[in-house]
C-alpha cells in the first residue's frame, strides 16, 4: 500500500513562496497520477492541483493558476507545489492524494491514499 507524507508547511507573510513537498513510499510514484487539495477551517477539502504519473500534465484549480506551480521527480519518489504569491485565502491544511492512474481528476472521493496533511498559514 502506497503511503504518502506532506513536508514544507509554515507560517508566511502574504506574497511570500513555499514549496511543499510529498514524499511517496511503498510502491513506486511513477504508477500515481498525485493531486494537492485543501481544508481550510471550517470549510470543505477543495481541489488544488494535480499532476499526471509522468509529470507533463498538470491541472490546477482557478483560485491558484498563475501562482502555484506542480511538478515532480519520480526518481526522488516525491512531487512538489511550489506556492508563490501567497494570500490569506491560501491559509489551510494541504494534503496530497494518489491514485494509480495516468491523471486524476478534481474530486476528493476519487482518491483512496492521502498524506496527514500539512499546515499553511499566510498573514497580512
Known amino acids: 500500500q502506497v503511503q504518502l507524507v506532506e513536508s514544507g508547511g509554515g507560517m508566511v507573510q502574504v506574497g511570500d513562496s513555499l514549496s511543499l513537498s510529498c514524499a511517496v513510499s511503498?510502491?513506486?510514484?511513477?504508477?500515481?497520477?498525485v493531486a494537492w487539495f485543501r481544508q481550510a477551517p471550517g470549510k470543505d477539502r477543495e481541489f488544488v492541483s494535480v499532476?499526471?504519473?509522468?509529470?507533463?500534465?498538470?491541472l490546477h484549480a482557478d483560485s491558484v493558476l498563475g501562482r502555484f506551480i506542480t511538478t515532480r521527480d519520480n526518481a526522488k519518489n516525491t512531487v512538489y507545489l511550489q506556492m508563490n504569491s501567497l494570500k490569506p485565502e491560501d491559509t489551510a491544511v494541504y494534503y496530497c492524494?494518489?491514485?494509480?492512474?495516468?491523471?486524476?481528476?478534481?474530486?476528493?472521493?476519487?482518491?483512496?491514499?492521502w498524506g496527514q496533511g500539512t499546515q499553511v498559514t499566510v498573514s497580512s
Open positions: 492524494a494518489a491514485k494509480p492512474v495516468l491523471l486524476g481528476g478534481r474530486t476528493v472521493s476519487e482518491y483512496n491514499t
Open positions: 511503498g510502491g513506486p510514484a511513477r504508477n500515481y497520477s
Open positions: 499532476i499526471s504519473r509522468t509529470g507533463l500534465g498538470t
